[in-house]
């Protein structure tokens, strides 16, 4: 074998005419998926289930194989796109007679803020980190987690966001970068301050230096009183 050789490695064993049927078989595969993505009714990926992703990755998976090899056929890929369609509606039904398997293929909605403050424990059982959290909460306009009645992560991975009125908003963390945020390790001055890790409140003075009861964090940060302006 001779290193280096453009041809082979542009070609491989193919000749230059193959690229006509990779294009040819790229929009089978291409017209599969979009039939099966139109079947399910969902205009995104961040709409679908885990359920759903899986089926895609496995079709996806199919497709691939069939658009690049030349001795893969195509009638097995639709075969298997007509298995994973057909598997589809009958895992949808089954979902919808039995609550137990929704939950086991779909995953539960898990409330990762309640009251202002995070729910600590729903998180670490969920092997959850509170930065991915901050990031989609700030998407949503939000300063701080005293803004926040009640917040779910539901089973396709959006968030739902429940606001007290301005009014009841409550002193929280701050969730701004930590360019934003100043922390400390040892209160400069007596007043209300937030884990950064989890979100308690507590009082402290000056001088006191406190790990979290929740999480052991070191750094606090003063808590936020801001309100929602969106």
Partial sequence: ????????????KVPPEFLGEVALRTLFTFLLVFLFLKMTGRRGVRQMSLFEVLIILTLGSAAGDVAFYDDVPLVPVLVVFVCLALLYRLVMWLMAKSEKLQDLLEGKAIV??????????????????????????????????????????????????????????????????????????????????ACTKCSYVTRLKAGDRQLCPRCANPEWTKVSRAKRFA
């Fill in 1 to 12: 074998m001779k290193a280096f050789d453009l041809h082979r490695m542009a070609f491989d």
């Fill in 112 to 193: 990762i803020v309640e009251e202002g403050q995070l729910a600590w424990e729903n998180l670490r059982k969920a092997n959850m980190t509170e930065l991915e959290f901050f990031m989609e909460l700030r998407l949503n306009s939000i300063e701080q987690l005293g803004q926040i009645r009640l917040a779910i992560m539901e089973t396709n991975g959006q968030i739902s966001v429940f606001y007290y009125p301005d009014d009841d908003v409550k002193p929280g963390l701050c969730i701004l970068p930590q360019s934003f945020v100043q922390r400390y390790q040892v209160a400069p001055e007596p007043a209300e301050y």
